[in-house]
Structure formats: structure tokens, C-alpha cells
């Protein structure tokens, strides 16, 4: 999962395929309980193209795409977003799964 270091590269990132952002912060204890999780995940949407986001590192992008709880999930294709999971609420790997099959976006 490749680590997004400016907006303007998350922007550029974006436009490409279906990108799925993760919003994350290393203090973040429901972060740090998915985190084992994601590269599990990343394996099997391997159609999807996995980028991670700091919230502390990029808090500016945060607040443009109304991300207020952490971890979160947006996905774009093409750069327009097409799908959120965005609340306060601690994820497990079958939430996850759910909104990624909810984008039904069908496998290279």
C-alpha cells in the first residue's frame, strides 16, 4: 500500500483505476486493530489499487473530503469518488468487504 506524502500526489494517484483511500493515523487504536487486516484485503481486490493517507500528515485533505473519524475509506475511479465508508466507528474485515463489494466493480 503505497504512503500518499502530499495532496497533490493523492490527487494524481486517484485519477488511475479504482483507488481505494485509506485514512489512518498511528495513534489511532481502531486503526492499529485493521492494520493486520489490510494487506489480506489488499490481496483479494487486487483490482483495486490500495493507497494510504495519514490523517496527521495530509490533516488539510482530511477536512477537503470531510473525513472526520479514522479509519476510514473512500474510493474513487478515474478521480470521482464513487463510494465512502466514513464514520467514527471501529471496522472489521467483513464491514470492509461489504463496502468493497458494494462499489461492484468488476475484476481486471
Same mark, same amino acid.
Given at each position: 500500500?503505497? +504512503?500518499?506524502? #502530499? /495532496?497533490?500526489?493523492?490527487?494524481?494517484?486517484?485519477?488511475?483505476?479504482?483507488?481505494?483511500?485509506?485514512? #489512518?493515523?498511528?495513534?489511532? =487504536?481502531?486503526?492499529?486493530? /485493521?492494520?493486520? /487486516?489490510?494487506?489480506? /484485503? *489488499?490481496?483479494? $481486490?487486487?483490482? $483495486?489499487?490500495?493507497? $494510504?493517507?495519514? &490523517?496527521?500528515?495530509?490533516?488539510?485533505?482530511?477536512?477537503?473530503?470531510?473525513?472526520?473519524?479514522? =479509519?476510514?475509506?473512500?474510493?474513487?475511479?478515474?478521480?470521482?469518488?464513487?463510494? &465512502? $465508508?466514513? +464514520?467514527? *466507528? &471501529?471496522?472489521?474485515?467483513?464491514?470492509?468487504?461489504?463496502?468493497?463489494?458494494?462499489? +461492484?466493480?468488476? #475484476?481486471?
Amino acid at each position: 500500500m503505497e +504512503n500518499m506524502k #502530499s /495532496i497533490e500526489q493523492f490527487k494524481e494517484t486517484i485519477k488511475k483505476d479504482v483507488t481505494i483511500a485509506v485514512f #489512518s493515523a498511528d495513534w489511532c =487504536p481502531d486503526c492499529v486493530v /485493521i492494520k493486520p /487486516i489490510l494487506p489480506e /484485503i *489488499e490481496e483479494e $481486490y487486487s483490482n $483495486y489499487q490500495f493507497v $494510504y493517507v495519514d &490523517r496527521d500528515e495530509l490533516i488539510e485533505l482530511c477536512q477537503e473530503l470531510d473525513i472526520f473519524g479514522i =479509519p476510514s475509506f473512500l474510493a474513487f475511479k478515474d478521480g470521482e469518488e464513487i463510494g &465512502r $465508508y466514513v +464514520n467514527k *466507528e &471501529r471496522k472489521t474485515k467483513e464491514q470492509i468487504v461489504a463496502f468493497l463489494e458494494e462499489l +461492484n466493480i468488476p #475484476s481486471k
